[in-house]
């Protein structure tokens, strides 16, 4: 069963492709990834599936509902928490949440339940100003609103963006407690390391699905041999890297640097002693596993 | 030791009071000339309010505080002059060509129209911009938006220049290209100043402190911090000192 059923879309704003034809299906119960930087159509897309914006051409079924004929109803079963900040600032915690349980027809009290976990974590402030919250409270706030009517399909636009690594991390510990209650979750993100947290991804790209996988098999499906290194003077290693004869590809990742070989077959001792020439000291060569990250950059050198 | 290194930023018990709330508890640290020094945080903790106050935009409320020389009570137009600023929110003007926003921050920071001319062919050139130099920048891309940004952020040669989430929504290897120029500028002497939400970016930095409530509850290299709390990585760090507060 797909809860989401997306074939071959397109959109168009005047001059921009912003998507060009796109499709894929979600599994019921599943959590679904979209994984790219700005610009990559991950909020026209979101849109269109939550009925606040037509394709050009295409199909798009949530629940089995079409998204153009049967918009009202798609609109009773989705949640959306827009990649902006878009409930009422200068309303409360409460009020907003109040606000949004009486829209579509419900009572905080009926569905308590369903944001019990993440709303008692700011229930505390519920009377301040939506506005005068921090960035990981209106977050909160924002999925308990999203969720306020027992949503079937809960759309999630770059939930994360702007947020510290101790509010994402909460952030995504909640996601798994919601997709455990059978909800269908649709994520978008610029930050790699949250793919590895998806049932399965979409590489998205200039409007463009690169890939579709498990975080699993994607990173199983590298080729490459992918070596860590390092040196005392990281500026001049990314240099002398690029310089080698069989480098392929380079790319600072912390405080190692990610190294290819166009090689099928490297000689470590080679590459060692090439670094030791150009006098780099406390030299620190290893093969390693490569990450999502590491993956999605491979495709977009393709 | 380091002593003789010039320190650019210079921090004793800088309080910070909005009303009886204290944003910034006496922290204290140096930045040495060349230095990239990651300030990173949770949202709320504090950093924001200590960056307004270091680019001479707030005034703080005690402590002695002085940027690239000048003292942050007193001289903050000074300061103004001799540090850059780029951040993810606001950095260029939308409606404005390529050129026509170096050829504005140029003025801005009092350049000459000579100057800035000599200026602007060589940073087209760095940059390979010379086919978009007429380009409105809301039809560039983003990442080459940051690229010019963090170009114009330092086009009036600053000694320090401050970065708050440069990077947000960029794809990985355009991200990696622009700590590439932030790495090229730190090796020119330049001081780099930068805050981030990716911990592995905070890897790059040459020192780091993490705020949490106010304090500078640790400040060192990566390697020392990642010894120190026993976690491989800086997000492992961030994660054990933030979540403690809870």
């Not at chain 1, 001059?15 to 679904?32: M, R, Y």
């Not at chain 1, 959306?80 to 878009?86: A, L, V």
Request: glycine letters at 6%; aromatic letters at 10%.
């Amino acid at each position: 069963m797909y809860a989401v059923e997306v074939e071959n879309i397109s959109k168009s704003f005047e001059k921009v492709e912003a998507l060009k034809n796109i499709s894929f299906n979600v599994k019921s119960g599943s959590l679904f990834g979209f994984i790219g930087p700005d610009g990559a159509g991950k909020t026209t897309l979101f849109r269109i599936l939550v009925t606040l914006l037509k394709q050009n051409t295409g199909t798009a079924k949530i629940q089995g509902l079409n998204n153009i004929t049967d918009y009202k109803k798609i609109r009773s079963i989705v949640g959306y928490m827009p990649g902006k900040f878009s409930l009422y600032q200068d309303l409360s915690v409460e009020e907003n949440l109040r606000f949004f349980a009486t829209v579509f027809g419900t009572t905080v009290e009926n569905n308590y339940h369903l944001i019990k976990d993440i709303y008692s974590q700011i229930e505390p402030f519920k009377t301040r100003l939506a506005g005068k919250l921090s960035g990981g409270m209106k977050q909160k706030l924002a999925l308990s609103c999203a969720m306020i009517h027992k949503p079937e399909v809960l759309f999630l636009d770059e939930p994360t963006t702007g947020v510290d690594a101790v509010s994402r991390k909460e952030f995504w510990e909640m996601l798994k407690v919601l997709k455990n209650s059978g909800i269908t979750i649709l994520v978008s993100t610029p930050y790699m390391d949250e793919a590895e947290l998806c049932d399965e991804v979409a590489l998205i790209q200039d409007g463009k699905i690169l890939k579709i996988e498990t975080p699993q098999n994607i990173i199983g499906a590298y080729e490459k041999n992918l070596y860590a290194v390092k040196s005392t003077n990281m500026f001049k290693l990314i240099a002398d890297l690029r310089s080698f004869e069989f480098s392929e590809s380079v790319f600072p990742f912390g405080q190692f640097i990610h190294y290819t070989d166009k090689r099928d077959q490297i000689n470590e001792n080679d590459l060692i002693n090439y670094l030791a020439q150009k006098d780099h000291k406390n030299i620190v060569l290893q093969k390693i596993t490569p990450n999502i990250e590491d993956c999605f950059m491979s495709y977009l050198n393709k | 030791m380091q002593e003789e290194t010039e320190n650019i930023i210079y921090v004793r018990d800088l309080v910070k009071k909005f009303g009886n709330f204290v944003a910034n508890d006496h922290l204290s640290f140096e930045v040495k000339k060349g230095e990239i020094f990651g300030f990173l945080g949770a949202n709320g903790a504090g950093k924001t309010t200590t960056i307004r106050i270091l680019c001479g935009l707030s005034s703080p409320t005690s402590g002695e505080i002085k940027v690239a020389g000048f003292d942050a009570f007193k001289e903050t137009e000074k300061i103004k002059r001799n540090i850059g600023y780029m951040s993810q929110k606001f950095s260029l003007y939308e409606d404005l060509t390529v050129t026509e926003n170096i050829r504005f921050y140029g003025g801005i920071y009092g350049i000459s129209r000579k100057e800035i001319k000599v200026r602007t062919q060589i940073l087209l050139e760095k940059l390979k911009f010379e086919e978009v130099k007429n380009t409105l920048i809301k039809d560039l891309p983003l990442g080459w938006r940051q690229k010019l940004a963090f170009s114009v952020a330092i086009f009036h040669q600053p000694k320090i220049v401050f970065l708050d989430e440069p990077t947000g929504g960029v794809d990985p290897i355009t991200r990696r290209q622009f700590w590439e120029m932030i790495y090229e500028e730190a090796h020119n002497g330049m001081t780099i100043f930068v805050t981030t939400h990716y911990m592995d970016e905070a890897e790059y930095c040459d020192r780091i402190s993490i705020m949490v409530e106010g304090k500078i509850a640790a400040l060192d290299t990566p390697l020392n911090l990642m010894k120190e709390y026993e976690t491989k990585n800086m997000e492992g760090v961030f994660l054990k000192l933030a979540r403690n507060i809870e």
